[in-house]
């Protein structure tokens, strides 16, 4: 079989799964964030954090709740690595230093899961099982209930409340997460992934030295890695190593595990507005998208030309074998669509188009689908811009879903949208133009630019992948880059979350003869056609100087 047969088929495969589970999981979905009935292990946890869980919440203290326990996440984080030398389960390895651990800290508690350490030779079985899985789960309950508060923007009406942000948050880990990767755990481990608390062991001797390697948890926290579109893998490699992702099969069930979620959220949307075409129309505009950036990585990824390219069947420079073009192509793109940032491959040696279509994925917003939470919730605030563009163009008043758009809606909309731009190109200009950022990087020109402008992408948008060409484990990008995550993570639910309230507080308008129809396909080609324009645009200029430029001169 051909390797470009291979890929159409692999393709195939996962449209067809995710197509069998779009429907249940996003019903699921609906009934469990619809539901006013707690389960026992929920009441316990309620009663253990002090929390009412049936006492709504305006969207300013939505966000408290949101803020505090993302704060205290990331500063339990941070001191579980400064203490692990002197914790159980380190397995002998030091303590992290500040920098870096406020850096691994604002990471998985942002659901970056940016790396900048060898996760085998740095953290122990305790930080990376009770610190890093747990905020796997909770990062991503996170993102769920941010969306989920969204959404009740405009499925209520004349109030300000958008539910309870610490039921939202339970119900998420309890209900979905949780049994979605005791499953797939089980599926892992069936394809090979490791599940142990093995020590350190030699595994081999080369070359007159001897080859040490530890076990660990993995498949456990290889399943929410992908499923809560975090990223951070148990090992350097990720998942390119063969105990986190050991063969084709585990490869393909990764990507279907990475887009399961924020795929099956556009159908809970439709239910809780109470029209599921409305939720096919966003679902077809992030279908469109991914399937257009994954066409062209393939095309580019197997167009290489010269004589290493054809003997290989493609650009095969960085990636593994068991998985080949196709299977790397389809996880590039996949992975930096949605804020996943799990790399199966060395995304720094694809082509210079190939580089710079994934990072085009990250900068349109990660939201095709985009991850868990992350990705609806920033495509609903690309159809607000788009309805406002539309009502522009033929001078009626915009409307999405019965709620009018004015100057207020629209300001927190493109407030929303500039976040992370000022975030990606203003920090990406000051490590340019300073002599040591600059220096961090292997390569120089065009291609060095690109793993700069690549990492504060991926940090600010909270992806979490690297170009691996940069040595991000420096004081100037361990700092900078939490901070970019951290901004690039809660400056936005900020908005989206005073966006939620004003919705909730509005009257529904009755549609008319002249309501612009939301759920029709003529609607995904504008909202499609806005996120090209508006996030696609923004990045341009920096696109040229990086990854086109390289790509033009190969």
Same mark, same amino acid.
């Given at each position: 079989m051909s390797p470009v047969l291979a890929g159409i088929l692999q393709l195939l495969a996962l449209v067809v799964a995710l197509g069998l589970a779009h429907r249940p999981l996003g019903d699921h979905m609906a009934r469990v964030y619809?539901?006013?009935?707690?389960?026992?292990?929920?009441?316990?946890?309620?009663?253990?954090?002090?929390?009412?869980?049936?006492?709504?919440?305006?969207w300013p203290a939505y966000l408290r709740g949101v803020l505090a326990f993302s704060a205290a996440g990331v500063l339990f984080l941070y001191l579980l690595?400064?203490?692990?030398?002197?914790?159980?389960?380190?397995?002998?390895?030091?303590?992290?230093?500040?920098?870096q651990a406020f850096n691994t800290a604002a990471s998985f508690v942002s659901n970056t899961n940016w790396q900048s350490y060898a996760g085998e030779q740095a953290m122990g079985h305790l930080v990376q099982t009770g610190?890093?899985?747990?905020?796997?789960?909770?990062?991503?309950?996170?993102?769920?209930?941010?969306?989920?508060?969204?959404v009740r923007g405009f499925a209520r009406s004349r109030t300000g409340e958008l539910g309870n942000f610490w039921a939202d948050l339970v119900r998420g880990v309890i209900r979905v997460l949780l049994p979605l990767s005791?499953?797939?755990?089980?599926?892992?481990?069936?394809? !090979?992934?490791?599940?142990?608390?093995?020590? %350190?062991? *030699?595994? #081999?001797?080369?070359? +007159? $030295?001897?080859?040490?390697? @530890?076990? !660990?948890?993995?498949?456990?926290?290889?399943? %929410?890695? *992908?499923? #809560?579109?975090?990223? +951070? $893998?148990?090992?350097?490699? @990720?998942?390119?190593?063969?105990?986190?992702?050991?063969?084709?099969?585990?490869?393909?069930?990764q990507i279907f595990l990475i887009l399961l979620v924020p795929v099956a959220l556009t159908r809970t949307f439709g239910r809780m507005v109470g029209s599921?075409?409305?939720?096919?129309?966003?679902?077809?505009?992030?279908?469109?998208?991914?399937?257009?950036?994954?066409?062209?990585?393939?095309?580019?990824?197997?167009?290489?030309?010269?004589?290493?390219?054809?003997?290989a069947g493609g650009a095969m420079e960085g990636k593994e074998t068991r998985f080949g073009v196709a299977g790397s192509s389809l996880f590039a793109v996949a992975t930096t669509l949605t804020s996943t940032g799990a790399v199966n491959s060395f995304h720094s040696s694809f082509t210079g188009f190939g580089g710079g279509i994934a990072m085009l994925?990250?900068?349109?917003?990660?939201?095709?689908?985009?991850?868990?939470?992350?990705?609806?919730?920033?495509?609903l605030i690309m159809a607000v811009v788009a309805v406002f563009l539309a009502g522009l163009m033929v001078g009626r008043t915009p409307e999405y879903l019965g709620r009018k758009i004015g100057s207020r809606e629209i300001t927190h909309a493109a407030c929303y949208l500039l976040v992370t731009p000022a975030l990606v190109l203003g920090l990406t200009a000051a490590a340019v133009a300073l002599d040591g950022p600059a220096a961090a990087t292997t390569n120089t020109g065009a291609h060095g630019f690109s793993e700069i402008l690549?990492?504060?992408?991926?940090?600010?948008?909270?992806?979490g992948s690297a170009f691996a060409g940069l040595n991000a484990d420096t004081p100037w990008f361990n700092t900078t880059l939490g901070i970019a995550m951290l901004l690039g993570r809660f400056l936005p639910m900020v908005f989206v979350l005073a966006l939620a309230g004003a919705l909730a507080g509005q009257t529904p308008v009755p549609a008319?003869?002249?309501?612009?129809?939301?759920?029709?396909?003529?609607?995904?080609?504008?909202?499609?056609?806005?996120?090209?324009i508006v996030a696609g645009l923004t990045y341009f200029p920096a696109l040229a100087l990086g990854p086109l430029a390289e790509g033009l001169a190969a």
């Open positions: 619809g539901s006013s009935r707690h389960l026992r292990a929920e009441r316990w946890i309620y009663r253990a954090i002090g929390a009412d869980p049936d006492a709504q919440m305006r690595q400064r203490l692990q030398g002197s914790l159980p389960g380190s397995l002998g390895f030091a303590s992290i230093d500040p920098d610190g890093l899985a747990v905020q796997n789960f909770v990062s991503a309950a996170v993102g769920m209930a941010v969306a989920v508060a969204f005791v499953a797939g755990a089980l599926v892992l481990v069936a394809c !090979g992934t490791i599940q142990n608390f093995s020590g %350190i062991h *030699e595994v #081999g001797r080369f070359l +007159g $030295g001897a080859q040490e390697w @530890n076990g !660990g948890a993995v498949a456990s926290q290889e399943v %929410i890695k *992908e499923l #809560g579109t975090n990223g +951070g $893998g148990y090992f350097n490699a @990720n998942s390119a190593h063969p105990f986190e992702n050991p063969n084709p099969v585990s490869n393909l069930f599921v075409r409305q939720g096919y129309a966003i679902l077809a505009t992030m279908g469109v998208i991914w399937l257009v950036l994954t066409a062209l990585m393939l095309t580019t990824e197997f167009a290489g030309r010269g004589p290493a390219f054809e003997l994925g990250m900068q349109l917003g990660e939201i095709a689908p985009g991850g868990v939470g992350s990705g609806l919730y920033g495509m690549y990492a504060y992408t991926s940090a600010a948008q909270n992806n008319t003869a002249g309501t612009l129809r939301t759920e029709k396909p003529l609607f995904s080609g504008l909202l499609a056609g806005t996120v090209a």
